[in-house]
């Protein structure tokens, strides 16, 4: 079982991997304002395979298991990027929390596509991050029409609003 939830042990993780990802989900609303919870983190990488070997390797760092609903994780294989590249979504838990991968997240063209709209995001110990805009986040929240998103759709709403009139004011 992971222990207590640790969003930056996993996100420092895949940055000492050098792993290229956007931060996705409910986690991105978070780090820009959004009143929203999760227990998990969501990354959409890129899919060259140098990357999705770091990738790999951060993963067995990590001690990733397939997640199983009411089951302890399923030890993956000695991960490596092929394996990696033969799914487009991979639910998992480790050492610090739940980690999310979806390389092609709805409503989305993948990394290349969220990567445009980013920023830059630094959370504790200086470690900068790359999350996805919040346009990028209702996009795909509304695209994927899952109840779970769709309650958190008038939330994000908001903080974007917020965000918007921020940048009316300093203008």
Not at 47 to 73: C, H, Q, S, W
Not at 84 to 98: F, K, P, V
Request: hydrophobic residues 40%.
């Amino acid at each position: 079982m992971p222990r207590e939830f640790n969003p930056t042990e996993i996100l420092e993780t895949l940055a000492r991997h050098r792993v290229r990802f956007v931060v996705i989900g409910n986690f991105a609303g978070l780090l820009a304002g959004a009143d929203v919870s999760t227990q998990d983190v969501d990354i959409t990488p890129a899919t060259d395979p140098d990357n999705l070997d770091r990738l790999a390797a951060a993963l067995a760092e990590l001690d990733a298991g397939i997640r199983v609903d009411g089951e302890a994780p399923v030890p993956l294989p000695p991960p490596d990027g092929r394996l990696l590249a033969t799914a487009e979504i991979w639910n998992l838990s480790t050492r610090y929390g739940d980690l999310d991968i979806t390389t092609m997240p709805s409503g989305t063209s993948g990394y290349d596509d969220l990567r445009r709209g980013a920023r830059s995001s630094t959370l504790g110990g200086g470690l900068r991050i790359s999350v996805a805009s919040l346009e990028d986040v209702i996009r795909s929240k509304t695209a994927a029409g899952r109840a779970k998103d769709q309650l958190a759709l008038p939330v994000l709403q908001r903080a974007l609003e917020r965000e918007r009139n921020d940048l009316d004011l300093d203008l």
